[in-house]
């Protein structure tokens, strides 16, 4: 039997199966980017429901993993040097579960830079610009009269999607035809954009042709539609 009981997270959230990499998250865009990514490369995993809404990530067991405060996180109790080893921020979780299985990042030096790249396109701005466009139209910010910043997220997000616009054209994947992490990083961010947050007409998503066959291609993948749902929501 695993001893996963150096770590703190598991005293407030018990693991029934210490084998198992634990995953303590919530379905958001970067939540979801690590149970897609379990599912997909089919390591056995035992989800955890981290409740943001109660601020259960600012309590002493989330922080003494995860300083930041923020899901998602995991402990893997098979880590590098065979014992437990917990990890967290998505990109890097990402990158780990790749090189764990040998699967989504490329063997070859360059194009798994290239794919890294990517990833961190991902994590630098996407994720950060989308986020606040979320936040000024349609939570809190909604309210502020200054429509400033408002309108500099939303001209930023369009930009962006006409970078990941510009990628794709003549493209399957991020990557040419190999799927890859750069790509599960950026699915659950515009899927949120045009559903959740409601931003499709805000950015003019409509106007776009590679962004949304591409979404479609990647929410049509049976790990991804699995993934979305984990861990259950509180």
Known sequence: MVDLSAFPLTQRWPAQHPDRIQLYSLPTPNGVKVSIMLEEVGLPYEPHTINIGQNETWGPEFLSLNPNGKIPAIIDPNGPDGKPFGLFESGAILVYLAEKTGQLLPADPAQRYETLQWLFFQMAAVGPMFGQLGY??????????????????????????????????????????????????????????????????????????????????????????????????P
Do not use: C
């Open 136 to 233: 000024f139209h349609k939570f809190a910010g909604r309210e502020i009269e200054d429509k400033r910043p408002l309108e500099r997220y939303r001209a930023e997000t369009q930009r962006l999607l006409g970078v990941l616009e510009t990628r794709l054209a003549g493209r399957t994947w991020i990557m040419g035809e190999a799927y890859t992490i750069a790509d599960i990083s950026l699915l659950g961010w515009v899927r949120n954009l045009i559903g959740f947050y409601g931003a499709g007409d805000l950015v003019d998503y409509a106007s776009l042709t590679q962004v949304p066959a591409w979404l479609e291609r990647g929410l049509a993948r049976p790990a991804v539609q699995r993934g979305l749902d984990i861990p259950a929501r």
